[in-house]
């Protein structure tokens, strides 16, 4: 279910197989949404670079990458102007706290582990896709920050 | 003069006692009698008739009247001799009428001779002449001996004892005359009478022996008998006399003198006694005696000799203390030079003779000398004298005193050697020892501290040690020693002290005050000690220990990298481990999900059970993530309350909980310093625990409890038995354990029960001992099979 036709997405992921299973998950979800997917940080910054603006609704941020990782990439975000306020979703294979504490201190607005289970993983992105940008706080405690699956 | 007296006599006593047998008549022949008569020694003169012409006249009587016989004879006597009419012719007449004769003795007359009037003295008889008639005087015969010569002289001795009388009476000494073999008191002056305590009128003519009775058994009356018989004079002084008189007996000291009197013909008379009372004299000497006997107690007291040498003839007097001083009995004479001899050889010359020579020059006599007794025995004596001088500065005596100081000097002696022995020690000693004034000036120091600087002795008395020191180390040495002067406290300083040949080397630098009775600092002794060698020990091994503080910290660096690494590696564990693991999950659900009805009952189970053994390999690859992160040394301490941990923890595990109906009770829980998400993670794994090992049939009851607890009433050896712990108890009533697995269970991979019985990678526990040991606190377990199992922490209270 989608509220809104056309949304668009980012993802940032080196890992083919969780680009698939993402894609394949969003689709089930959703099937008006855009996703734009970049195999590390220098591919998304190059993206967003090129079709931003318009600012996609959300950016999913895998943290280990190679060449430009999710922490330098969410530094050059957060620290670009025109790309301050768009929501960034960590979605990583980890779950450790530093990273975490880490994350939420550089601006991410969730953090997500990624599931081990293919529904999880879908009530995850749809979770993220029903969020209203508009409504929600900048900056979530940090115990609201977290969503485990 | 004796026949003319004999023959006075004979015919005064014929004249006297037969005058009828004095008759011319009588004579065998008158012209014999007249030759007689004529050359008589006596003047004689026959007078007739009452004119009394003179019938004849001796040359002696012519002599003695200086007339001529021609003058005389023939005439009357007046005639011739008219001066002597006024003397004689009443007695002529009488002895005419009365026919008695008569005896002139020393008849004074006066008589014109050798042509001028001449005071004669005779004796003489007038004897009557009896011729036809018995009854009737017919003439005189006068027979006379002039006696002028003896009259004057008599008169002479007369005047000379009146002198002699008066000389006595006013002479200021005591003299008395006694007179005569019976010793007849005749004169006694004042100063005799003040002796005798008598009146002259209750001695004079007096026996001595009947006014002084008491003088019997008293020497005095033989020794004046003696005088008396033997015509010498008798002296004696200071003769003890006992008189008697008013006031009773007294004692007497008196010097006297009996001196006889000797009469003209040298026969003695009497005794003149000349007495001097020296009573007082006596007795005051008595006293300085006394005095004198007082002082030499007390000189013996102080064991000194007295001696008083002239020195001119070397007669030396000595009190008796000095005879025993030289080792003789109190009352042995010995002369100086026999003293001199006593003397040891070895200081006769060189301190006694050069001190007495000294003395003669000076005046002041004084040495320390050895003495040799008979015994051999060498003793020291101290003289001191006093030189005195006649004319022209010429010694005449020394007096002085002699004193044995054996004693002392064998101390002095005693101390010299200690002393000595002292400094020979010092001396020998490697290290410096000195002495400075109160003031901090150096005035002693061992040969060592010469040795070692090179300095004379001098350079070091005069500036001390401080030109010895490093210029470095100068001011904090003279800054520290002026302190230590000025406070009283111990010098402690190492500094480093040149060498004779330039090189410095360290010394320990130290110094004692020595006090008085009264606390004031009497000296400083001090010592430095060569450390300069331990003191390059010292500096190399802080180099050793420097370096392998180094090697330390490297390894420390290597450790805390390895640390890093590992950290890393459990990243990469739990990011690069899981990555793949999660994919052939959710692949795996992905195949269940869309290929569902394509596969076999058998392929589902398959796919099950891989889903479950990948599952059990997250739980396990997270697990050993804990551990690891477990055991770093993370200080992220914290005020913590525990109850809100708790609250947290039963949260999370909310689902589970309400599943197996369990029940948790627990206490208040305390508020402490914790590094929270530890705690979180070790209340997780206890209650996990608890609610995971449930007795078949039974609801789990957790209960948490909380108290305090001294260490000593721990079952466990690492409590300290002097602190307070806190305890936190979880107590289940699952199935408990055999205890004798006690320690297994809280190791890493033990496991108690098969897999398929109670899930679980064996590492929950492990984790909750290694964050209970980050805490400095302790973990036990009690359990019983069957009944149930107790988990206590117990955190030290307090710091």
């Known amino acids: 279910m989608s509220t809104k036709p056309n949304k668009s997405i980012f993802l940032a992921d080196d890992d083919e197989d969780d680009c698939l299973l993402f894609e394949d998950a969003l689709r089930e979800v959703s099937t008006s949404t855009e996703l734009l997917t970049a195999s590390d940080g220098v591919e998304l910054i190059d993206l967003m670079e090129k079709t931003v603006p318009p600012p996609p609704d959300v950016i999913f941020l895998d943290l280990n990458m190679p060449r430009k990782n999710g922490f330098e990439c969410l530094d050059l975000i957060r620290q670009t102007k025109a790309w301050e306020h768009i929501p960034v979703v960590i979605f990583s294979t980890t779950g450790q706290e530093e990273m975490v504490r880490k994350v939420h201190e550089k601006g991410a607005n969730f953090f997500i582990r990624k599931p081990g289970s293919f529904p999880k993983l879908k009530q995850a992105i749809k979770q993220i896709l029903d969020i209203d940008w508009t409504k929600h706080s900048w900056t979530p405690a940090p115990e609201n920050f977290y969503y485990q699956y | ?799």
């Open chain 2, 1 to 799: 003069m004796d026949k003319s007296k004999q023959l006075n006599q004979h015919i005064s006593e014929n004249g006297e006692d037969h005058p009828e047998q004095v008759n011319l008549a009588s004579f065998t022949g008158e012209s014999k009698f007249w030759n007689t008569v004529k050359q008589a020694p006596v003047g004689m003169i026959i007078l007739r008739g009452e004119d009394f012409v003179v019938e004849m006249a001796n040359d002696t009587y012519l002599n003695i009247v200086d007339r001529t016989e021609g003058e005389l004879v023939g005439n009357s006597l007046f005639t011739g001799l008219p001066e002597v009419r006024d003397y004689v012719e009443p007695i002529l007449l009488r002895v005419l009428r009365t026919g008695i004769a008569y005896h002139g003795n020393e008849f004074e007359v006066t008589i014109r001779r050798f042509g001028q009037p001449e005071l004669c003295y005779f004796n003489f008889v007038y004897q009557p002449l009896f011729e036809e008639d018995p009854e009737k005087v017919s003439g005189i015969i006068v027979v006379a001996t002039e006696v002028t010569q003896q009259v004057l002289s008599k008169h002479a001795l007369q005047r000379s004892e009146n002198q002699f009388r008066n000389l006595v009476t006013q002479s200021q000494f005591a003299k008395a005359i006694l007179k005569g073999p019976e010793l007849v008191i005749s004169i006694a002056n004042e100063s005799m009478l003040n002796i005798w305590r008598r009146r002259l009128d209750e001695v004079e003519g007096k026996r001595l022996v009947d006014v002084f009775p008491e003088l019997k058994g008293q020497k005095f009356l033989a020794l004046l008998d003696e005088v008396y018989h033997s015509a010498q004079i008798y002296r004696e002084n200071e003769a003890i006399a006992y008189v008697d008189g008013p006031g009773g007996l007294k004692k007497h000291y008196l010097d006297f003198q009996y001196a006889p009197i000797f009469e003209i013909d040298g026969s003695v008379s009497g005794i003149m006694a000349s007495v001097n009372d020296v009573t007082d004299k006596v007795t005051l000497r008595q006293q300085f005696a006394e005095t004198a006997d007082r002082l030499s107690l007390a000189t013996d007291g102080t064991r000194l000799g007295t001696w008083d040498l002239n020195i001119q003839t070397k007669e030396i007097i000595y009190s008796g203390r000095m005879a025993v001083i030289l080792g003789y009995d109190e009352d042995a004479v010995l002369t100086h030079s026999e003293m001199r001899d006593m003397i040891h050889p070895e200081d006769r010359h060189t301190i006694v003779e050069k001190a007495f020579s000294t003395a003669l020059e000076t005046g002041v006599y004084y040495y320390e000398a050895r003495v040799i007794h008979r015994d051999q025995s060498v003793h020291w004596v101290r003289t001191q004298g006093k030189v005195f001088f006649g004319e022209g500065h010429v010694p005449l005596r020394m007096l002085g005193t002699m004193m044995d100081i054996t004693d002392r000097k064998e101390s002095e002696l005693a101390l010299k050697t200690s002393e000595g022995k002292f400094r020979t020690l010092a001396d020998s000693m490697p290290q410096f020892v000195w002495t400075a004034d109160s003031q901090g000036y150096i005035t002693y120091f061992n040969r060592s501290l010469l040795d070692y600087s090179g300095f004379s002795a001098e350079e070091i008395e005069r500036e001390g040690w401080l030109p010895l020191v490093h210029p470095d180390d100068l001011a904090e040495s003279i800054r520290l020693w002026i302190e230590s002067i000025t406070e009283g406290s111990e010098y402690l300083f190492e500094h480093r002290l040149k060498r004779a040949d330039g090189e410095y080397r360290w010394y320990q630098c130290r110094a004692i005050p020595q006090r008085r009775a009264d606390g004031t600092i009497e000296m400083w002794v001090g010592t430095s000690l060569d450390i300069h060698d331990s003191r390059l020990f010292i500096d190399q091994l802080e180099t050793k220990v420097q370096e392998r503080t180094q090697q330390l910290l490297v390894a420390n660096n290597e450790l805390v990298r390895t640390n890093m690494e590992l950290a890393q590696f459990a990243y990469v564990a739990s990011h690069d481990l899981q990555e793949p693991l999660r994919k052939i999950q959710t692949f795996a659900t992905r195949i269940l999900e869309t290929e569902r009805d394509n596969l076999s009952e058998r392929g589902k189970d398959y796919f099950n059970r891989m889903q479950a053994s990948s599952t059990r390999m997250q739980q396990l690859i997270v697990d050993l993530l804990a551990f690891s992160r477990a055991n770093v040394a993370e200080k992220d301490l914290e005020n913590t309350d525990l109850n809100l941990v708790l609250q947290n923890v039963k949260e999370q595990l909310v689902d589970v909980i309400q599943a197996g109906n369990a029940v948790i009770k627990s206490d208040v829980l305390p508020v402490r310093e914790v590094i929270a998400y530890q705690f979180e993670q070790l209340f997780m794994n206890l209650i996990t625990n608890a609610l995971k090992f449930v007795g078949p049939d039974s609801t789990p009851v957790i209960e948490i409890r909380s108290g305090e607890v001294p260490g000593a009433a721990i079952p466990l050896a690492e409590a300290d038995a002097n602190r307070l712990y806190q305890y936190i108890s979880f107590t289940d009533n699952g199935i408990g354990f055999d205890p004798q697995y006690k320690d297994r269970i809280f190791q890493v991979f033990q496991r108690l029960h098969n897999r398929s019985a109670y899930e679980g990678t064996g590492i929950g526990l492990a984790i909750c001992k290694k964050i209970v040991e980050n805490h400095k606190g302790l973990i036990d377990a009690v359990g019983k099979p069957g009944v149930g199992a107790t988990f206590i922490i117990y955190l030290p209270v307090g710091s």
